[in-house]
């Protein structure tokens, strides 16, 4: 049968946009008195057409030819990662740049696309149940082997969003559990920061008392919660003595920042005060662009990369940093809207994936930006300068335009 | 159906989580930027530096358009010492570019802080081209920092420093003054600049500069918008011949005492000289604090005590001519009177106020040729016990004083002279308290008549009185400015003339016996080959030493053009040293050449202490 392409206009636009808005904004930061190719905007520019030239291949390939590639591209990519962390080149103590040429590139940015396609291929196997314990073990293998790879880049942060790949085993039927113990220690985490230990211990305790006095009549759950409770309570201890030992200084340091108890405004907390200086001195409509004097003075470090989010708060204001938070919201419920009504599962669960990577990026950056999260230098998809990042999340893109651009929907 | 599909419910908890993190992003946005006010505050103190523009002062030109002041640029190093975050190694980098130590340094932002931690102080006034240069490269390094430009002032003449005066910061005093002022600023502290302050400064304009990251400046924030701009002041045009000045000095090096000229017809001060004086570049720049003690604390010269407006003096025979004026408006004498004198006035038993060797009796404008003392010490007293007109002497005195007061005695002139003294006429009350009611008569008091006793007058009201002279009964205020803004913009402010209560008529006897004085009289010294002139010497008594010489006089007497007062101290009578003074100072200024250098020098290198 002959298929007909239906491309999702939408997402093509959507994706324009933000690429359109984004160079605006480098634009705006690292312009200065003339237009020249080699500043970041004119880089960025021509990121930006190779990513175009990159999108056109992609839709125009079979969508055979994606499943056939996933395990050669993931192994390639992987070598890539692990080379960039024993011969790339250093910058800011981690070594995630693979010199080619005159261009650095970054191997960990592929290294999701690859993942996710990885992913998507093994999960939609017709003989994979992940809620059997057995064959859950490849999935985490698949997420694991490139944090692994990345921590020993030195890049702790670039891995957080594989992290986020937990959402899509959970979509595709792994126990919720598994949810609420990773969101309980994360808690945990935060609170035994925050306050002494030995309240820790006592509210840990009220709350496995208050779950055994509530079960005591079924004998079968004792050992389990006698257990939770022992682990809870040694998970308190050793994060506590993990935090205090085992982080380095600049890690315990942001951290604090965020959870405010840290004021330096002027060493480790120096970003993110500035940071929203510039977002908070926005206002309702923006300074207007080109317009924002922190942006345009320099007093946003990393304003075109990691810290974008400010200038497009200053220049564009509330309104346009909700509207482009809103566009990005509509971009991921798209996405996974449009994966359930796939009959494949490949395209489905590909969908999730990408969803969750572009969603960790979003939750990240502008957590950051904002300050509600620690600093963690990731960039904002297809808005941040840099080449390796926006060509890879536009073949992410891309590949799921193209898969769905072929494919039957229920 | 595959089961995965069983699991496609989850969705909902996952777009859940996504949307619950986009919510609260959504209102931290809302919270920094719609709520929160501090942010823009702090954006502004980030990257705004709000610094006044200074106006070029107004230049300062003689009544013939020679400049005699104008402007340079200087910098100050300025610090807002809440932005000053400074590490030791800056701080000892910018020691070691101002040349300061540690402490000084601190000492320095300690005083900074204590003017306000927020509002931009002077850290070092004045910085020198090479520590500007230096200090510009190195901005970056300083934080809190930043360079002011200002003008000040640059004089081109060595001469005129009192009348030019200075300027100096303004102290808490003149910023409760005035609001205008900030710490730092400059205000004219003497002198034309203070009395001219209003003209002179202009207005400071306000402007807004982008700073950067690393605390350089990088242009006008949104183009200069919200800039004001600073408004010039205006120039002066002073009505000092600079020339004139300039000579009165050189002729005045080595003595003390003034010089003071006035242009008859309008009351223009042509030179206002006083000795000993100071170079007026010494109160400029950064040496400025130290050559003023040095200049203060000098009490055998005092060179910063202006004589020519602010010295008392008796006026001496010099007086003669107001006391010769009343006698005639008063009908007390009339020019043809003559009075006995033997070597003398006779006022009480026995006593005798001494008079010189001259022929006796003599009438008006002899007696004023010769400076008798007796002829006017009939006259006071005639006028004193006119008892047909005055039933008190009390009442012919306060008649007496009021006409003498109007020649502008006894009270300023309230016109631009700053720091004017009054002098002294002495009021009825005083003697009443002095020698109690009713206890007092012209005898008494009789050595006023000869300008001795309590009369006290400053140089300028002696020029003054010249003016009045060849006036013929009037005068304008003694001014030091004739234009402000423009060269023909006439400052009227001064052009109301005044009248003296002395009729026109009896000036000419007495204008007889100057010219006579300076022809074959006490006041030959003074005469100038072809030129005419009027004049009267003085001396006035000095208790703590030699007296003081003294000569006032005008020419030319067919047309007055220039009206004189000399003193100098300590050179015992007057027509010895004042008189060619006077003389010279005619000459210079009528013909601009000296026909007579010998004598110019003998008076240059004369040192009379």
């Not at chain 1, 992987?78 to 910058?91: P, S, Y």
């Not at chain 2, 807002?80 to 975050?85: E, S, T, Y």
């Not at chain 2, 390094?141 to 003449?157: C, D, K, P, V, W």
């Not at chain 2, 027509?575 to 110019?600: C, H, N, V």
Request: positive net charge.
């Amino acid at each position: 049968m002959q298929k007909k392409y239906k491309i999702d206009v939408i997402l093509v636009l959507l994706f324009l946009l933000f690429v359109g808005f984004g160079w605006l904004n480098i634009f705006s930061t690292t312009y200065t008195d003339s237009f020249t190719l080699s500043a970041n905007y004119g880089r960025q520019l021509v990121w930006i057409c190779i990513s175009g030239i990159t999108a056109l291949f992609l839709i125009l390939l079979n969508s055979q030819f994606f499943r056939n590639m996933t395990v050669p591209f993931y192994i390639i990519t992987l070598v890539l990662v692990g080379l960039a962390a024993f011969v790339g080149k250093k910058t800011n103590g981690a070594s995630s740049w693979l010199m080619v040429g005159g261009f650095g590139i970054q191997p960990a940015e592929f290294g999701k696309y690859a993942t996710c396609m990885l992913l998507a291929r093994y999960l939609s196997d017709s003989k994979t149940h992940i809620a059997v314990t057995k064959q859950l073990w490849p999935a985490i293998a698949i997420i694991c082997v490139p944090i692994l790879l990345i921590i020993l880049q030195n890049d702790v942060g670039s891995a957080i969003p594989f992290v986020f790949l937990v959402l899509v085993l959970y979509r595709e039927g792994l126990t919720g559990w598994v949810l609420t113990i990773g969101f309980t220690l994360i808690v945990l985490l935060i609170l035994s920061i925050l306050i002494p230990q030995w309240i820790i211990i006592l509210l840990i305790t009220a709350v496995f008392g208050w779950i055994y006095w509530k079960q005591h009549k079924h004998r079968k759950y004792r050992a389990g919660i006698i257990t939770a409770y022992c682990i809870a309570v040694l998970y308190a201890v050793c994060v506590h003595g993990l935090y205090e030992h085992a982080l380095k200084d600049y890690q315990k340091a942001r951290i604090e920042v965020v959870l405010g108890l840290n004021h330096d405004t002027k060493g480790i907390g120096y970003n993110v005060n500035q940071s929203k200086i510039a977002i908070g001195s926005g206002g309702l409509f923006g300074q207007g662009f080109m317009k924002g004097t922190q942006t345009t003075m320099n007093f946003v470090p990393e304003q075109s990369t990691d810290f974008i989010f400010c200038t497009i708060g200053e220049e564009w204001g509330f309104i346009g940093s909700a509207i482009l938070l809103l566009l990005y919201a509509w971009l991921i419920y798209r996405i996974i809207n449009r994966s359930e009504m796939q009959r494949d599962p490949f395209i489905r669960i590909y969908g999730y994936c990408i969803s969750c990577i572009f969603f960790s990026h979003l939750m990240i950056n502008i957590g950051m930006t904002l300050g509600l999260l620690p600093v963690i230098g990731i960039p904002l998809p297809f808005i941040s300068y840099g080449g390796s990042s926006l060509i890879a999340y536009t073949c992410m893109l891309f590949t799921y335009i193209s898969l769905d651009s072929k494919a039957n929907s229920w | 159906m595959s089961e995965t599909s069983n699991y496609a419910e989850r969705r909902w908890i996952i777009l859940l989580f996504f949307g619950i993190v986009i919510a609260a992003y959504l209102l931290r946005l809302f919270q920094l930027q719609l709520l929160d006010e501090q942010w823009d505050i702090k954006a502004r103190k980030n990257a705004l530096r709000y610094v006044d523009d200074f106006p070029p002062r107004g230049l300062i030109y003689d009544r013939n358009g020679q400049l005699l002041v104008n402007n340079t640029i200087s910098y100050d190093l300025m610090v807002i010492p809440r932005q000053a975050k400074m590490e030791l190694p800056q701080q000892a980098e910018i020691c070691r570019i101002l040349n300061i130590s540690d402490s000084d340094y601190n000492a320095r932002m300690e005083k900074a802080r204590k003017y306000s931690t927020y509002a931009a102080s002077i850290f070092m006034r004045q910085l020198t081209e090479e520590q500007h240069n230096y200090m510009e490269e190195r901005m970056y390094l300083f934080s809190g920092f930043y360079m002011q430009a200002r003008t000040t002032r640059n004089y081109q003449t060595h001469a005129a420093a009192h009348t030019l005066g200075y300027i100096a910061e303004v102290n808490y005093n003149d910023m409760e003054k005035d609001p205008y002022y900030k710490m730092g600023d400059y205000i004219g502290k003497s002198g034309i600049e203070r009395s001219y302050e209003t003209e002179l400064r202009g207005k400071k304009g306000f402007k807004i500069k982008l700073v950067n990251n690393l605390n350089q400046e990088k242009g006008a924030y949104e183009n200069g918008k919200y800039d004001t701009a600073a408004i010039p002041g205006k120039d002066l045009w002073t009505t000092l011949d600079k020339d004139l000045q300039e000579y009165g000095e050189m002729l005045m090096q080595g003595k003390r005492g003034s010089i003071v000229a006035i242009e008859p017809s309008t009351g223009e001060i042509l030179c206002l000289v006083t000795s000993p004086s100071y170079d007026p570049a010494l109160l400029v720049g950064r040496e400025r604090g130290a050559n003023y003690a040095r200049l203060n604390d000098d009490s055998i010269e005092k060179p910063l005590f202006n004589r020519a407006l602010m010295a008392m003096y008796p006026p001496g025979s010099t007086f003669k001519l107001v006391q010769a004026l009343v006698g005639l408006e008063e009908g007390a004498v009339t020019p043809a009177s003559r009075f006995p004198c033997y070597a003398g006035f006779p006022y009480g038993a026995g006593h005798k106020l001494g008079c010189h060797s001259h022929p006796s009796p003599l009438n008006m404008p002899s007696a004023i040729q010769t400076s008798c003392n007796a002829w006017f010490c009939y006259d006071f007293k005639a006028m004193m016990e006119n008892r047909k007109k005055y039933k008190t002497t009390k009442e012919a005195y306060n008649a007496w004083r009021q006409k003498v007061c109007s020649f502008g005695f006894g009270a300023p002139f309230n016109s631009d002279l700053a720091y004017e003294k009054t002098g002294n006429i002495p009021t009825a009350a005083y003697y009443d308290r002095y020698y109690g009611e009713g206890r007092w008569r012209a005898t008494t008091i009789i050595s006023i008549s000869i300008g001795q006793g309590e009369i006290m007058v400053t140089p300028v009201q002696l020029a003054n009185l010249v003016s009045v002279i060849a006036n013929r009964g009037y005068y304008y205020p003694p001014h030091l400015v004739k234009a402000i803004g423009s060269r023909d913009s006439l400052n009227s402010r001064f052009a109301q003339r005044k009248t003296v209560k002395v009729q026109p008529a009896y000036f000419e006897p007495v204008i007889e016996g100057m010219k006579r004085a300076c022809t074959a009289g006490t006041a030959r010294s003074a005469a100038v080959p072809g030129i005419s002139l009027a004049g009267k010497t003085g001396t006035a008594q000095n208790p703590h030493g030699k007296d003081h010489s003294i000569l006032v006089c005008y020419g030319p007497t067919e047309n007055p053009k220039i009206a004189v007062s000399v003193i100098v101290e300590n050179a015992g009578f007057g027509a010895t040293w004042a008189g060619p003074i006077a003389g010279l100072m005619i000459e210079k200024y009528l013909t601009d050449t000296i026909k007579r250098p010998d004598l110019e020098q003998r008076i240059k290198t004369a040192v009379i202490r």
